[in-house]
């Protein structure tokens, strides 16, 4: 497994970037983990307490979802299960669109 080490002596824009880049990570051909809940780099870009970091924790982790992150470690599991949940039924929804799209 190849974890990027979200925190662990990185600044707020080295956290970022393993964000955005995290696709490239897919290359080395290993499960990929990642766990953002609660971090620094949320109370950095939020200004909020760890304890009230919730809403921030939910978007990196639905952004690591989306960035191929296959799996996702997390404090708060009800409400990021439920929320990644909702987020596969849309891209569920979007691919049979373009499939019938393509078909028809």
Known sequence: MVDPGIGFGKTLAHNLE???RLREFRTLGKPLVIGVSRKAFIG???GLPPEQRLGGSISATMEAAMGGA???RMH???DTSSA???MQAIEDTR???VD???VG
């Open 18 to 20: 393993i964000l955005a």
């Open 44 to 46: 950095k870009v939020t």
């Open 70 to 72: 296959d799996i996702l």
């Open 76 to 78: 708060d599991v009800l």
């Open 84 to 86: 990644l949940k909702v």
């Open 95 to 97: 691919r049979t669109a």
């Open 100 to 102: 019938r799209r393509m």
